[in-house]
């Protein structure tokens, strides 16, 4: 496994429309580790996109495991939000927008289908906070940052 480079925003590819999946070899198996690991190096990071590390491919990983009841890690190919219910407001950061954090309305509970490493099919119901990341990690294989949808905005320092 290996750490990869977080691409920052400014960089194109964080605009991009990352491309479907079609086969699930190694070289996908070593991505998704690769993102896992590169996104616990981070000191509070819970979901890391392809795109953000300069791969174009729709793959996203997502690490719960050390909130409260926590859930994870997930390794998914290919999601798609298949059901969307109710709304909540969510302070959000991103690993591509170090410092910046903002409010963004996202649904209360989301339904995700997506593919696992092994190209099993996997249904998530998510709610709360994992459905916030699941949302936000999504957008950014449509090349959308949480800055877009965000209405107000704060410097990370002040959270502290
Ligand atoms: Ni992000």
């Not at 495991?65 to 859930?71: A, I, K, L, M």
Request: net charge negative; charged share 35%; with cysteine.
């Amino acid at each position: 496994m290996a750490v990869r480079q977080i691409r920052i925003i400014g960089d194109e590819i964080l605009k991009k429309r990352a491309r479907e999946i079609t086969e699930i070899d190694e070289k996908v198996q070593q991505l998704l580790d690769d993102m896992l690991e590169t996104l616990h190096q981070t000191p509070d990071g819970v979901g890391l996109a392809a795109p953000q590390v300069g791969v174009l491919k729709r793959a996203i990983v997502v690490d719960l495991s050390q909130e409260e009841n926590g859930v994870g890690p997930y390794k998914l190919i290919n999601p798609v939000i298949t059901k969307k219910k109710g709304e909540q407001v969510c302070r959000e950061g991103c690993l591509s927008v170090p410092g910046k954090l903002g409010d963004v309305t996202r649904p209360k509970e989301v339904v995700v289908e997506a593919l696992n490493e092994n190209g099993e099919k996997v249904k998530i119901k998510a709610k709360d906070l994992l459905a916030v990341v699941l949302c936000h990690e999504i957008d950014h294989l449509d090349g959308i940052l949480f800055t877009e949808k965000a209405t107000e905005f704060y410097d990370a320092e002040d959270e502290e």
